[in-house]
């Protein structure tokens, strides 16, 4: 497995993985508890595979998206989408960054290729890999497989995106 030291997270076993510390491990609630369903935290949302319907409302016209609901059922603090490609990718996005706070990516099918400011070379994730994106960091996605398939999670679930200048991002 390969851990580029700029994401290694504090706690880890010795093939680089997150390992959670009885530290972080909660030994009293939180919160009192158990609460109801009309006045737990989160919102009760199902959403059936059988009724997925994905739209091309997204930030890249190669790639169609289907909410997943957990924006609805957290009042907006999270989001998570399924998006995967319709044609190909033609060329990079372009240097870019969004102004939220957590950014995840698991990817489901296909392949993706990232460059992130302050981690060097590409960063490729296949089917199975995970990503946690430095929320607010700019990056390039310079290239993808034409069956990519990933879901998104964000924090919060509604955000911007921004592009950089060309002379900028031309110097990464």
Same mark, same amino acid.
């Given at each position: 497995?390969?851990?580029?030291e700029?994401?290694?997270?504090?706690?880890?076993?010795?093939?680089?993985?997150?390992?959670m510390?009885?530290e972080?491990?909660?030994?009293?609630?939180?919160?009192?508890?158990?609460?109801?369903?009309?006045?737990?935290h989160?919102g009760?949302?199902?959403l059936?595979?059988a009724?997925?319907?994905?739209?091309?409302?997204?930030?890249?016209? /190669?790639? %169609?998206?289907?909410? *997943?609901? #957990?924006a609805? +059922?957290? $009042?907006?603090?999270?989001?998570?989408?399924h998006?995967?490609?319709?044609?190909?990718?033609?060329?990079?996005?372009g240097?870019?960054?969004?102004?939220?706070h957590?950014?995840f990516?698991y990817?489901l099918?296909?392949?993706?290729?990232?460059?992130?400011?302050?981690?060097e070379?590409d960063?490729?994730l296949?089917?199975?890999d995970?990503?946690s994106?430095p929320?607010?960091?700019?990056?390039?996605v310079?290239?993808?497989?034409? /069956?990519? %398939?990933?879901?998104? *999670?964000n #924090?919060?679930? +509604?955000? $911007?995106?921004?592009?950089?200048e060309?002379?900028r991002?031309?110097?990464?």
């Open positions: 497995m390969e851990v580029y700029a994401l290694r997270p504090t706690n880890h076993n010795q093939d680089g993985q997150h390992v510390s009885t972080e491990t909660p030994t009293a609630p939180r919160y009192d508890g158990p609460r109801s369903l009309a006045t737990a989160s009760f949302r199902l059936r595979g009724e997925a319907r994905f739209h091309r409302e997204g930030l890249r016209a /190669d790639s %169609e998206y289907r909410d *997943l609901g #957990l609805e +059922a957290t $009042g907006g603090r999270i989001g998570v989408k998006i995967r490609g319709i044609g190909p990718f033609e060329q990079p996005t240097w870019h960054w969004h102004d939220m957590a950014h990516v990817v099918r296909g392949w993706i290729t990232f460059r992130f400011e302050g981690v070379g960063v490729t296949h089917p199975g995970s990503l994106q929320g607010g960091v700019p990056h390039n310079i290239a993808r497989s034409d /069956d990519f %398939e990933v879901l998104e *999670l #924090l919060p679930a +509604a955000y $911007g995106t921004f592009d950089l060309p002379a991002g031309a110097a990464r």
